[in-house]
């Protein structure tokens, strides 16, 4: 049950990190979250609290970017990878 002061932060769950042909996918674990998290945004939804969805957004070929370096690119502003995923979407 939350509280009035609580909020549900649901961070980078986008089809570039979880989706199966995602490019930083995590895989089954990470869908298998799914509906929980549904389930959970809801309840915070219903008590009128806070849902917050902090997600990490680039863009293509940044070579400022200091994940430019370190993998590829993913998350990309306007992309299928960067939305959210499954019945998280809508």
Request: glycine content about 6%; charged content about 15%.
């Amino acid at each position: 049950m939350a509280h009035e002061n609580e909020a549900l932060l649901i961070i980078d769950y986008t089809n570039d990190f979880v989706a199966k042909n995602g490019v930083l996918t995590a895989g089954l674990p990470a869908q298998a979250l799914a509906p929980k998290i549904i389930q959970l945004a809801n309840q915070f939804v219903n008590q009128g609290s806070w849902v917050i969805l902090p997600t990490d957004v680039h863009t293509p070929h940044d070579p400022f970017h200091p994940e430019s370096k370190l993998f590829p690119t993913h998350n990309v502003r306007n992309t299928w990878g960067r939305q959210f995923f499954g019945a998280l979407q809508p």
